[in-house]
């Protein structure tokens, strides 16, 4: 009896340290599920609060587990009724792309993109505040950011780097196709919370749509930030992915 035990034990053990390299195989390229929705990955980029691409972007791509892919293709099929369509910032974010947050968060000297995302925050501040951690759900695969795009969608410029930077909680901000959501993505500021009540009109309209149509396919918004979005039932609740963003899973 007890060498059954031990063998079930090692057993066990094996496949508890072999999920997380085998787990990549429940992933997929948003794109190859739901086409249609539009993207701006902004970490594959320099237009984010860092100011340069991010450790771990090695493609413009949203990936995300399977079941978040198809709960998000149902909410695009919704938005598509009423003349609308998804767009998403950013899907599964890698370990190294947190750590290079965590990073950036600790040079206080570097400020270059303040001016637009976090203009009334102070930098030492961030990790207090909880801007910044040194873990993230996105690097579980079941978490996103996104918007919404009236259509049809308008022509959307790139941005310049080394450009002037507009407050992202501006009236006028940087020029996107995006409806009116009352900040820009990324807006290190309390008015970024989904349920402020200075949001009025039709960004807190166009919020709550966003909000309600994800509700319905089964995901939770992080309150404190209106594009943020998870999977309720998360099928890897507990572990942290480090393999790179781009067409080759794991």
């Known amino acids: 009896m007890n060498s059954m035990r031990a063998l079930l034990l090692s057993v066990l053990l094996t496949l508890s340290f072999a999920m997380p390299a085998n787990a990549t195989n429940g992933f997929v390229v948003l794109k190859d599920v739901a086409p249609t929705i539009l993207h701006d990955i902004r970490y594959y980029t320099a237009h984010n609060f860092v100011g340069t691409r991010v450790d771990g972007y090695r493609q413009p791509l949203c990936i ?12 695009q099929r919704e938005m598509l009724a009423q003349g609308y369509t998804l767009k998403v910032y950013d899907c599964y974010r890698p370990q190294r792309a947190v750590d290079h947050f965590v990073r950036w968060a600790r040079d206080l000297a570097d400020q270059r993109m303040k001016p637009e ?12 505040d909880g801007y910044i951690a040194e873990k993230s759900g996105h690097s579980r695969g079941s978490t996103l950011d996104l ?17 002037r930077l507009v407050d992202c909680a501006a009236p006028q901000r940087f020029p996107d196709n995006t409806v009116d959501m ?5 807006c290190f500021d309390t008015l970024s919370h989904t349920d402020d009540p200075r949001v009025t009109g039709q960004a807190r309209e166009n919020r709550q749509l966003l909000k309600s149509a994800m509700g319905r396919a089964g995901f939770r918004n992080l309150p404190e930030e209106w594009w943020h979005f998870t999977l309720n039932d998360e099928p890897f609740p507990d572990t942290y992915f480090d393999f790179p963003v781009s067409r080759r899973l794991g």
């Not at 995300?64 to 909410?75: D, N």
């Not at 995302?117 to 207090?128: G, I, S, W």
């Not at 049809?152 to 410029?157: D, G, I």
């Not at 009352?182 to 990324?186: E, L, M, P, Q, S």
Request: hydrophobic content about 35%; glycine content about 4%; cysteine-free.
């Open 64 to 75: 995300l587990t399977r079941p978040v892919a198809l709960a998000l293709r149902k909410v």
């Open 117 to 128: 995302f976090y203009p009334r925050v102070d930098k030492t501040r961030l990790f207090e």
């Open 147 to 163: 918007t919404i795009v009236r259509l049809p969608a308008r022509y959307q410029r790139p941005y310049v780097p080394g450009e």
């Open 182 to 186: 009352a900040t820009g993505y990324d």
